[in-house]
């Protein structure tokens, strides 16, 4: 059973930049694809962006195109999400999650490994 860590949230001006990241423990994750979600208080839980095993394929909610990136370091079993122009909106806790499959998308289902989030603040 793997282990899933994040770090890196905290509170950041709107226009700010954080970078979060994920470590896993316990195997390597290394031909698993990865996502991250998201959720603010009182909302349910959102999908972010999500890379397959390999790295070759990504996929971004529209509120974050362009404005997020997803990236991993199988070396490190380390998986990264790099927030950039963050809005008051962005605000939630921050979850990476674990999956199976070949197909990557943006269904809570495909994944089946979570960690226990970090907080993303970003003040107006």
């Known amino acids: 059973q793997v282990q899933l860590v994040e770090s890196g949230g905290g509170l950041v001006q709107a226009g700010g930049s954080l970078r979060l990241s994920c470590t896993a423990s316990g195997r390597t994750f290394n031909f698993y694809k990865i996502g991250w979600f998201r959720q603010a208080s009182g909302q349910e839980r959102e999908f972010v962006a999500a890379?397959?095993?390999?790295?070759?394929?990504?996929y971004y909610a529209d509120s974050v195109k362009d404005r997020f990136i997803i990236s991993r370091n199988n070396a490190k079993n380390t998986v990264y999400l790099q927030m950039n122009s963050l809005k008051p909106e962005d605000t939630a806790v921050y979850y990476c999650a674990e999956g199976n499959g070949m197909v990557v998308g943006s269904s809570e289902a495909d994944f089946g490994s979570w960690g226990q989030g970090t907080q993303v603040t970003v003040s107006s």
């Open positions: 890379m397959s095993w390999s790295g070759s394929t990504t």
